[in-house]
């Protein structure tokens, strides 16, 4: 069955073809066949509580230097036959919940939203992990200051971060002695009034944080351990991390058992999980990445998984 995969991502122009996810995703698709569309910036509407989106017929090759041609732009509803790939990156802001509201009346008249609109408002990235307790470190989420710094203080070294960052942005290490942790914790709370997350600083970030892939909430066998450089403790590529594929571990495995059955259940047909040491860190379910790196170091076909999964349930 042919489908027509309509994408919302960032600009396409822009992206850099060997490690953006997304893009394995539309030569995934195009591969097997099926009809791509590009979602113009902005493009998602309502008109008489229709969803319907901008879009033009998008092709991609794997060539860094050109890499995708656009067609004629038009204006089409959702349906049944649509596959949606929602792969904005964060930050979750009011335009992309408003995003996701539409795509739920999309989701109504028949189209497939990877992932379920509901899950992307609901799953926050940071908090979604401790949905599942038993998987992670000691961990505060508060917009309180001082119960933020107790935690530090009884922790002894702590990470401290916002909820809605991506990529290791604005977030720090810290400990009872660091004299920049009162103005860390102003700059994170915004003087108590935003909430931030607290976490015990795991060591085992110098062997990598690892990103493990989820599947229609099956792992795939191989995980991306993201290992710091030089004098930076995060180990994000974004901020100039190594990345590294490694066979999953039984603890690997066990956690991915812990959370995989949740996500499908939710509709979250592909994830992300940081996991650092033996201990869930984050569910990243907006835009995952890492699919390139995996399939070129192990000869995979991530997106193809994916795919086949969509195809199944379709």
Not at 229 to 246: C, H, I, K, P, S
Not at 251 to 270: H, L, N
Request: aromatic share 6%; charged share 25%; hydrophobic share 40%.
């Amino acid at each position: 069955m042919t489908l027509d995969v309509i994408v919302i991502m960032d600009p396409i122009s822009a992206i850099t073809v060997a490690k953006d996810s997304t893009f394995a995703m539309l030569l995934a698709a195009q591969r097997r066949g099926h009809r791509l569309h590009y979602v113009l910036p902005g493009g998602l509407s309502l008109d008489g509580g229709v969803a319907q989106a901008r879009v033009a017929p998008l092709s991609v090759r794997d060539d860094p230097e050109d890499w995708f041609t656009l067609g004629a732009e038009s204006r089409r509803a959702f349906g049944p036959g649509d596959v949606v790939l929602m792969r904005r990156d964060p930050p979750v802001d009011a335009e992309y919940i408003y995003d996701t509201q539409i795509l739920g009346l999309a989701q109504a008249a028949g189209a497939r939203v990877v992932n379920d609109p509901r899950g992307l408002r609901d799953l926050n990235e940071k908090l979604a992990a401790l949905e599942f307790p038993q998987c992670c470190p000691p961990t505060l989420v508060s917009r309180s200051a001082s119960e933020l710094k107790a935690f530090v203080a009884a922790q002894g070294d702590a990470i401290l971060k916002p909820l809605d960052g991506m990529g290791g942005r604005s977030i720090f290490r810290t400990g009872p002695k660091d004299p920049n942790i009162n103005v860390i914790l102003e700059t994170l709370t915004d003087g108590n009034r935003r909430t931030a997350m607290a976490q015990r600083y795991l060591p085992e970030i110098v062997e990598g944080d690892k990103r493990i892939l989820l599947v229609n909430g099956e792992p795939v066998p191989y995980c991306l351990a993201r290992i710091p450089q030089g004098d930076d403790f995060r180990g994000n590529l974004a901020v100039g991390g190594r990345g590294e594929g490694r066979p999953l571990s039984d603890r690997d495995r066990w956690i991915a058992a812990q959370v995989g059955p949740e996500m499908k259940r939710r509709g979250m047909v592909f994830v992300g999980l940081d996991v650092i040491g033996d201990w869930l860190t984050e569910v990243n379910v907006t835009s995952p990445t890492c699919i390139r790196e995996l399939d070129a170091q192990f000869g995979l076909d991530i997106a193809g998984d994916l795919f086949a999964a969509i195809e199944a349930g379709a």
